[in-house]
């Protein structure tokens, strides 16, 4: 089982492949694997910092502990109708996703983002819909 914040629920969707550090990009990448690959595997939602902040380098402010990623944690959790504590398997959160998000949700919820120029969140979102799952990460 994996720990996950609110917001990065959103992150993996979007994942390309690009981060904050190798470390950070190394392990992002082998749980974005993970989930791709076994969408059954179980997800605890957590209030703050879980196993990717784990990997955040330690370069000045410390992002994972800022009251706005806090705030984006509790929006993207209402918004898809689950709670801190709660444990449910990559499919389940998949299946909320197209249940309770469209694409352009990003451009609000994730308004502060410096990855939101990217454009690959509301992509990750459309595939979802799609029913295409992660993207694999070369």
Same mark, same amino acid.
């Given at each position: 089982m994996y720990k996950l914040r609110g917001h990065h629920l959103f992150c993996l969707l979007g !994942?390309? &492949?690009? =981060? !904050?550090? +190798?470390? !950070?990009?190394? #392990?992002?990448?082998?749980?974005? +694997?993970?989930?791709? #690959? %076994? $969408?059954?595997?179980?997800? +605890? /939602?957590?209030? =703050? $910092? *879980?196993?990717?902040? @784990?990997? !955040? $380098? #330690?370069? &000045?402010?410390y992002h994972c502990q800022n009251d706005q990623i806090y705030e984006r944690d509790a929006i993207? /959790? *209402?918004?898809? %109708?689950l709670k801190i504590g709660q444990i449910l398997n990559w499919d389940d959160i998949e299946s909320r996703i197209r249940k309770h998000v469209v694409p352009s949700d990003i451009q609000v919820v994730c308004e502060t983002c410096s990855w939101r120029s990217y454009g690959v969140c509301e @992509? =990750?979102?459309?595939?979802?819909? @799609? =029913?295409k799952g992660l993207r694999e990460v070369q």
């Open positions: !994942y390309r &492949g690009m =981060g !904050y550090s +190798q470390e !950070y990009v190394e #392990n992002m990448t082998r749980l974005h +694997q993970i989930l791709r #690959n %076994n $969408p059954k595997t179980l997800i +605890q /939602l957590v209030k =703050g $910092p *879980d196993e990717l902040c @784990e990997k !955040y $380098p #330690n370069s &000045g402010e993207i /959790l *209402d918004k898809m %109708n @992509e =990750g979102i459309r595939e979802i819909h @799609e =029913g």
